[in-house]
């Protein structure tokens, strides 16, 4: 993104997630001035989802994250490259791909299916 404007977020949001996943029953943020905005409070309530925020500066509140962003920066560092944004699809691909025994599928197939 170009920006954390609340009018970009609520772009993304509209282009990136809802046009190819739908409508999410949840929408988790922190508590940002560009969350809080009157735009994506009247965007949220458009489409009826709830909005969860979380405590800001509080990892343990968003633990699936943290974990997540742990691990993108840990294989972002095993490559050793300063494009760190040229490598992250290749990474993205990676853990999208990783067979994950907790779930017992992949991340791809849960969402996109076999």
């Not at 409508?23 to 709830?50: K, M």
Request: glycine content about 6%.
């Amino acid at each position: 993104m170009v920006d954390q404007e609340a009018t970009t977020i609520a772009q993304a949001l509209i282009q990136e997630r809802v046009s190819r996943f739908g409508v999410p029953e949840v929408i988790t943020t922190d508590r940002g001035t560009n969350f809080q905005s009157h735009l994506f409070h009247n965007l949220a309530n458009l489409l009826r989802t709830y909005k969860n925020r979380i405590t800001a500066y509080n990892p343990k509140e968003n633990g699936i994250i943290e974990r997540a962003q742990r691990q993108i920066k840990a294989a972002l560092m095993a490559h050793c490259t300063e494009n760190w944004v040229g490598e992250l699809p290749l990474v993205q691909l990676g853990i999208r791909s990783s067979y994950k025994w907790d779930i017992g599928a992949c991340p791809v197939e849960l969402v996109y299916g076999t």
